[in-house]
């Protein structure tokens, strides 16, 4: 019998339809070790990593064991990858397997051809490659742990630092900083239309911007009365290239116009290759098998006919891209549509659009530039337009204009009418906008994968996973930003009369953009200043070319990570010493009741506001920050209005109903029960309704009505007994106390409830609470 190990039960469905009786496919789950929990999983004398096997896999190493034993070939099936090649590693060590019948197999694609192929050839498990794994694991370990505990100490319980979310962190920080600095600059564009002596409209721009007003208006009042003929007339050829097949990163990016994040990319684009749809999504190399080369030529022949092939290899500009690798495309071109729902069928036909144009012929333009002069200026009217003469792969896009191709707005659309050159145009009008200058774009998770990958950080691997994580540890939200709105100045020449006017346009809104929040804010500043070489973009790429080098085996990862920690941990236990509490604290101004500062701040629960100094006899007063609002932005005036808090909303049931911001967000307070507010819903704790309130204190009684079992309102305080996430329990005031599983806690009595509190009350608490508490 053949015993084939892999990661997953849905690639191992896929291949067992491809192997014979002879073969058992069995699934590991992933990896069945993980880094000890105790003392960092890292045995510190020797920076090696000390591996248990996971709890939860316990069952699974048993059962694969006595499957080996009985096996006369292991193969170990795991992916290609640095990732893969260390699941084998350590099922070899922790089934122990023999090297005379264990072997190792990869694949880019699970077909059969590609199966069978790999069966008959299989080779030894890579050490470098598992080394290089250890590496990055080893020091992401090391850079966590040990620079977490200072984050702890010095800005705020619960946080997190790591060597490449760090940095994700400080590119969307810096980002902001250069939007909120930004100083927008007016200048005046201007723009003519000329009808051409068939009555054709031309839509032209003129090549220069002014910076005035006034320049603007002197120039359109002196066009007034000028004739404007067509002075040059320049048309020549060009063309478009179709890019690249998919890398990791660039599906990423091209999914999110899709609506795709980038986990939801990964995972969908996982199911697919574990389905046998495309070949491994994880790669960084554009280049093609000749087989999927030869199954394209096959497939446009067919259906665009010769003239649209143009079979060509691409290269990967990373030099530490693995060619031997593919990109990702389908592993079978002649089928269009793959997929068990509607989101896995969209992402599967934009790779087989792409794969598959890819070695399409390039689309054939004609680009025409019109100069429309009068003598009496220097500045030059210029029309633009693109022709495509031949539509190449642009036809597979279904594309019939270049412009429906270009994210750029300067171009101009469609056709342009014919002109001779010297001919007299007639005007139709001018038009002069103020337009005003633009910071640069808040990152989305695609331009933020795009921008990682330029500066060498990360791999595709840690991409999705990164984004992930600077999202759950809350130093940065996806959120919209509601446009402001400004007054702009328009000049408008018609019929030789000129009219002035003021209008309204919205600037400065974003949708779905990553924004920094305040602890990531804080959390940034506190790590450049104390850890520099850390998020340094520099550093961090390098490092990703040691474990490159260590894969290779042209480096030793034990010596990498030894010239790492002899210079990080000093500086660790130097900064612990010496780095003052970071607070990102910032003085508003002056209360006008009682003089007193007030400042913005992080404080233990998190971003807020504060009325006076700490080290004042009077305690300072305090209120949370609400949604939306930042300590970087956050006005006096807006400030002292949280501090208006509670808002008086009415009675309900004879009862007062109140609007405040608390630890966890703003809510309503109703008989001494709390209810969250829902901002995506557009609750404002500003403009919240009595009739809101009751809606939502309403909601939350039904679905505490799930929750509840029953109470024994004679007692003061009450005690309830409630079905908790984890089970049923006993509340009486503030503390909790568990039921065991094996008593039905609906038929609990009075007297058998005050019999657990009293045993659970006199239980000494763990080593582990006392400890936290101590400390």
Known sequence: MNLVIVESPAKAKTIKKFLGKDFEVES????????????????????????????????????????????????????????????????????????????????HEITKNAIQKAIQNPRDIDINLVNAQQ?????????????????????????????????????ICERETEIQNFVSVPSYKIEANFFNNTQNLLKSKLNTDFSEYSQAL????????????VSNIETKPGKRTPSAPFTTSTLQQEASKLGFSVSRTMMLAQQLYESGHITYMRTDSVNLSEEAINLAKNVIKEQFGEKYLQSRQFTTK???????????????????????????????????????????????????????????????????????????????????????????????????????????????EIVGTEKFSRPPARYNEASLVKKLEELGIGRPSTYAPTISTIQKRQYVEIRDLEPKKREIQKIVLKN?????????????????????????????????????????????????????????????????????????????EDVKKTAERATGEKLLGQDPESGKNVYARI????????????????KPRF??????????????????????????????????????????GPYVKHDNKFVSLKPKEGDEISTITLERAIELIETKRSADKNKFIKSFDQEDPVIEILMGRWGPYIKKGKENYRISKEIDAEKLTLEEVKKIISEKATKPKSKTKAKSKKN
């Open 28 to 107: 590991s789950y992933g990896h069945i070790t993980d880094l000890a929990k105790k003392d960092m999983g890292i045995d510190m004398k020797k920076l090696e990593p000390i591996y248990q096997v996971s709890s939860d896999k316990k069952e699974v190493v048993k059962k694969l064991k006595s499957l080996a034993k009985k096996a006369e070939v292991v193969w170990l099936a795991s992916d290609e990858d640095r990732e893969g090649e260390a699941i084998a590693w350590h099922l070899y060590n922790e089934l122990k397997l023999k090297p005379e019948n264990t072997k190792r197999i990869v694949f």
């Open 135 to 171: 590496a990055r694991r080893v020091l992401d370990r090391l850079v966590g742990f040990e620079m977490s505990p200072i984050l702890w100490s010095k800005v705020k319980a619960g946080l997190s630092a790591g060597r490449v979310q760090s940095v994700a962190v400080r590119l």
């Open 218 to 229: 002197n120039f359109i009042k002196k066009a007034q009365s000028k004739e404007f003929v």
């Open 318 to 428: 990373s030099k530490s891209a693995q060619e031997a690798h593919e990109a990702i495309r389908p592993t079978n071109l002649a089928i269009q549509t793959a997929g068990t729902d509607e989101a896995q069928k969209k992402l599967y036909h934009l790779i087989w659009r792409r794969t598959l144009a890819s070695q399409m012929s390039d689309a054939q333009l004609e680009r025409t530039i019109i100069e429309i002069t009068n003598p009496d200026f220097q500045e030059k009217f210029i029309a633009k337009g693109e022709v495509i003469v031949f539509d190449g792969f642009l036809k597979l896009y279904h594309i019939q204009s270049e412009d429906e191709f270009s994210n750029d707005e300067e171009k101009e659309e469609g056709l342009l009418p014919k002109v001779e050159k010297g001919e007299v145009l007639n005007l139709k």
């Open 496 to 572: 030789k009369i000129i009219k002035e006017s003021k209008e309204k346009e919205n600037y400065a809104g974003d949708r779905r953009k990553l924004f920094p929040t305040d602890i990531g804010l804080v959390v940034n500043e506190f790590l450049i200043g104390n850890f520099p070489n850390i998020l340094d973009y520099n550093f961090t790429a390098k490092v990703e070319e040691d474990f490159d080098n260590i894969a290779e085996g042209e480096e030793n990862w034990k010596e990498m990570l030894t010239d790492f920690y002899k210079d990080f941990h000093p500086h660790v």
């Open 603 to 618: 404080g233990r629960f998190g971003p807020m506001v504060q009325i006076g100094d700490t080290d004042s006899e009077e």
């Open 623 to 664: 209120a949370g920050l609400m949604p939306g609002q930042q300590i970087n932005t956050i006005t006096l005036k807006e400030a002292l209005k949280l501090f208006e808090l509670p808002r008086y909303l009415g009675e309900y049931e004879g009862k007062k109903v109140e609007v405040n911001v608390g630890r966890f």
